[in-house]
């Protein structure tokens, strides 16, 4: 599972000068660093401590419109089952996932490093206990999926349509997706996302993007982290 940065709008100071123009205000920047995110070379302003200060103030009061406009754009590639949980993320975010109506290669197939055993204190989740879960000649999960995948592909080479083919393929096959949304959006999906509560597959997403989110906007994201709820 990988996600990766694209491009970006804004920077912290995008975002003290969104609240300072209610005031007919305008903050300046006070030097830069250049950081690497991804291999792509970013310039990052200073800003002042009373430009902090009102950053920490909008993050401690859930002001949030002065970090909705700031942007990020990602490329994520994850399986299945993983980009639909993360899918229900709606406001403030946009998403275009590939397409298996116009591509019909094979996908690659995910295979966990190991298997959780299921909670016994709720309904769904899995607990911090794993178990050995293997049939031979090949684990059983392994098999079903490349099993599906010969399926797949008989069925492309046979002639039908990859917009009907696609309906065998697994829930471990790997999609991939741009996904642009606001600081204050993507702030809200690793709140839930990274909670102690989360899906372990998914929480992987999502400390990728908060890892990067804190490079490209560091005091903002980490005043919005500290506050500990999403806005």
């Excluded at 491009?7 to 006070?30: I, P, Q, T, W, Y």
């Excluded at 310039?43 to 970090?67: G, N």
């Excluded at 949980?85 to 190991?114: F, M």
């Excluded at 992987?204 to 903002?220: D, M, T, W, Y």
Aim: hydrophobic letters at 35%; a negative charge; aromatic letters at 12%.
């Amino acid at each position: 599972m990988k996600v990766k940065y694209v491009n970006h709008m804004g920077n912290d100071l995008s975002v003290v000068n969104a609240a300072r123009v209610s005031f007919g205000k305008r903050s300046v920047e006070e030097g830069y660093d250049q950081i690497d995110v991804d291999g792509y070379q970013i310039i990052i302003p200073h800003i002042s401590s009373k430009d902090r200060k009102l950053i920490r103030y909008l993050a401690m009061h859930k002001h949030w419109t002065p970090f909705a406009h700031a942007y990020i754009t990602f490329h994520i590639k994850a399986p299945i089952f993983v980009a639909r949980q993360l899918g229900k993320h709606q406001v403030g975010l946009v998403w275009n996932e590939i397409s298996r109506r116009y591509v019909d290669y094979l996908p690659e197939l995910y295979t966990p490093d190991e298997w959780r055993l299921a909670a016994d204190d709720k309904k769904q989740g899995s607990s911090d206990e794993t178990i050995e879960y293997s049939v031979q000649p090949r684990p059983f999960n392994r098999a079903v999926a490349e099993d599906a995948l010969q399926c797949y592909q008989n069925m492309i080479e046979t002639g039908i349509a990859p917009e009907q083919a696609r309906m065998v393929l697994p829930q471990s096959a790997y999609t991939e997706w741009y996904w642009t949304g606001s600081l204050a959006a993507f702030h809200r999906v690793c709140t839930q996302r990274t909670a102690s509560d989360a899906q372990k597959e998914t929480c992987e997403i999502g400390n990728q993007i908060a890892e990067r989110c804190a490079k490209l906007f560091p005091v903002s994201w980490i005043n919005l982290v500290e506050d500990g709820e999403y806005l």
